[in-house]
């Protein structure tokens, strides 16, 4: 059964959506997700959700890096195949479409990797976010370029504001 939850963010508001144990969407809320995508009836209290907000939450606070989360996803195998290596980009890094295609074999498929990420369907968590194009532009993003900059950003160590003497 899918249950869901809202939770705000400093980019905007995820909708989390669970189904049997697993995480299966996290997208902006504004996002177009039917109802029926969102499940029945908020679950605030649901295991799999309160786990999913409170790494999120950490990950926007800065002290989360790395998702520990049970995750499915439904698409064919190649749009699979890109998710998981999604979660090999590390934190505060990024790859263009074209490395991420030849870590998947095939340099040639920057375009269909693109489409892949495109339709993520557990945006942060599966960090499609730190693609960029080849130039190393910030190109598509569902969540638009905006919050695609302010995720990006929110990567970056954070500057160094005073002076070390010793």
Not at 33 to 46: C, M
Not at 73 to 101: H, K, M, P, Q, S
Not at 128 to 156: P, S, Y
Request: net charge negative; proline share 5%.
């Amino acid at each position: 059964m899918l249950r869901h939850t809202v939770l705000p963010t400093p980019v905007d508001d995820l909708l989390l959506v669970a189904d049997g144990d697993a995480l299966i969407r996290v997208v902006f809320a504004d996002h177009t997700v039917s109802k029926s995508a969102r499940g029945p009836e908020a679950a605030d209290d649901d295991a799999v959700l309160q786990a999913a907000t409170q790494q999120l939450i950490e990950y926007f606070d800065r002290s989360r890096t790395v998702f520990d989360l049970p995750l499915r996803t439904d698409g064919n195998e190649f749009d699979t195949a890109v998710w998981r290596a999604l979660v090999d980009i590390e934190y505060g890094t990024t790859v263009t479409y074209g490395e991420l295609a030849g870590r998947l074999g095939d340099p040639r498929f920057a375009q269909r990797i693109g489409q892949s990420v495109g339709r993520n369907p557990i945006a942060v968590v599966l960090p499609c976010h730190r693609v960029v194009g080849a130039d190393g532009t910030l190109t598509g993003f569902g969540g638009g370029l905006e919050r695609k900059r302010i995720l990006l950003d929110l990567e970056e160590p954070p500057a160094d504001v005073g002076m070390r003497l010793f």
